[in-house]
């Protein structure tokens, strides 16, 4: 079974023996159309196909005399094969096996990624159930708001994560792309059947047009979606991180036995997976942009884009499935603090219902700029006398008795009154 999990398997779709097995997988089913069609003899194929193989570190080797790595996969390859390795390659150009190969990687590597996602999706559901009622106080500028429920913060993600999986699906049918069809992609010693058959064979559709390769806005589109998802995982992160702070501490990584958090200092519990998730996630944006500079080539075909895509297509796809790792473990095992969250939902003494104040006041006839001028001045001194509280002061203010009763303003300071809607919200994002 495989695991989905572990970097060594989404790196299998990029080692050379997978790379040369789907070349050579690409090459016998070129050969079978064309018998099919009655361009070779079935013995001739039969035989290729019993006889086919290739040496991973004799192509290496080869390839240190003629600098090109299909020429000397298919030298090697006709040692095994003889004479009959004169119908291999027969009409076809290096980015035929080059281009269809690079899909059948992306496609196998997105797919892996897909199974990832769902197992996200399935955690940030979980969590969001778990916590729809959980109250927090949101924050906006980094500056307490409103009350909110950490519910509706994975909710949020949960919602994102649903766009993603999208974005990835349409990647992946974006990249499932394959080509055979010659040196400027005219068919000219080749049947588009030939082209038809291998795709089919491959899980790939044919490219309607290609050049000498299939176009590299495809494989742009694929990268970007990946950059995007890095994004999701780095937002995810980077509110964690903010969550764990001591000041904050409403929710932390969970910190298993005998992890180190200082070499310095033994007290230390670090969100470490949330910073790994933020960095690698540059890493993937670095990556969109060598993807998007890789679209513009010369005419029909040059290799500008060749020696880039050996480098990000492989380190994006493999770090993703890391990120995608460690955040369905964060997620899983995040450590939340209700009690921290009600502590600091108070910290502001009643400042976070100053709206709720305000609507009461225009509701009663007064005027916005009036009601506003009216609660942001105890609003301030609350601010600026920590043994303060808004409701007292509200209380004492015989402006705002003119229009609110004791019970009216004793009613706002409720949070649950303000989360009157979650189980709306839930209704909209989260199947049940």
């Known amino acids: 079974m495989i695991d989905r999990y572990t970097r060594p398997e989404m790196g299998r779709?990029?080692?050379?023996?997978?790379?040369?097995?789907?070349?050579?997988?690409?090459e016998i089913l070129a050969c079978e159309a064309r018998a099919k069609m009655g361009d070779i003899s079935e013995k001739d194929v039969e035989v290729i196909k019993s006889k086919a193989n290739f040496d991973v570190k004799r192509v290496l080797e080869i390839e240190e005399t003629t600098k090109h790595d299909v020429i000397a996969f298919l030298t090697n390859v006709a040692e095994y094969v003889g004479p009959e390795s004169r119908h291999i390659h027969y009409g076809m150009t290096s980015s035929d096996i080059l281009d269809t190969t690079l899909s059948f990687q992306m496609k196998s590597a997105g797919e892996l990624l897909m199974t990832q996602m769902i197992d996200l999706k399935s955690a940030l559901k979980e969590r969001a159930l778990e916590h729809k009622y959980s109250i927090c106080v949101g924050r906006s500028h980094g500056i307490h708001a409103e009350p909110t429920t950490m519910g509706l913060k994975f909710a949020l993600w949960y919602e994102e994560c649903k766009r993603n999986i999208v974005r990835l699906k349409n990647a992946i049918d974006t990249i499932s792309v394959g080509?055979?069809?010659?040196a400027v992609g005219t068919f000219e010693h080749l049947s588009p059947k030939v082209e038809e058959y291998v795709c089919e064979k491959m899980g790939l559709k044919p490219a309607s047009v290609s050049t000498?390769?299939?176009?590299?806005?495809?494989?742009?589109?694929?990268?970007?979606s990946l950059a995007i998802i890095g994004a999701s995982l780095e937002k995810i992160s980077i509110e964690i991180r903010h969550l764990q702070r001591t000041e904050v501490l409403e929710a932390e990584e969970y910190f298993s036995k005998g992890q180190k958090g200082s070499s310095a200092m033994p007290h230390k519990r670090n969100p470490i997976?949330?910073?790994r998730i933020t960095g690698l996630a540059r890493v993937l944006r670095a990556n969109s942009i060598a993807a998007i500079e890789n679209v513009a080539l010369w005419h029909e075909r040059d290799i500008s884009h060749s020696s880039v895509e050996r480098i990000i297509v492989p380190d994006s796809c493999i770090t993703l499935n890391y990120m995608l790792h460690l955040s369905h473990g964060l997620i899983k095992n995040l450590i939340v603090y209700p009690e921290n969250m009600k502590y600091n939902l108070d910290l502001t003494r009643g400042l976070v219902f100053s709206q709720t104040i305000l609507l009461k006041l225009v509701?009663?006839?007064?005027?916005?700029?009036?009601?506003?001028?009216?609660v942001q001045t105890p609003a301030m001194e609350v601010w600026a006398d920590k043994k303060k509280n808004l409701k007292d002061e509200l209380l004492n203010s015989e402006e705002i008795l003119k229009y609110l009763t004791v019970d009216e303003l004793s009613e706002v300071f409720e949070s649950k009154n303000m989360l009157k809607n979650i189980d709306y919200i839930f209704s909209r994002s989260i199947d049940l």
Request: glycine content about 4%.
């Open 13 to 26: 779709f990029f080692e050379d023996e997978f790379k040369y097995s789907t070349w050579l997988k690409i």
């Open 179 to 182: 080509q055979i069809s010659g």
């Open 212 to 224: 000498q390769v299939i176009q590299r806005d495809r494989h742009a589109e694929f990268v970007t």
């Open 273 to 275: 997976i949330s910073e």
């Open 363 to 374: 509701n009663k006839g007064v005027s916005r700029e009036e009601s506003y001028k009216m």
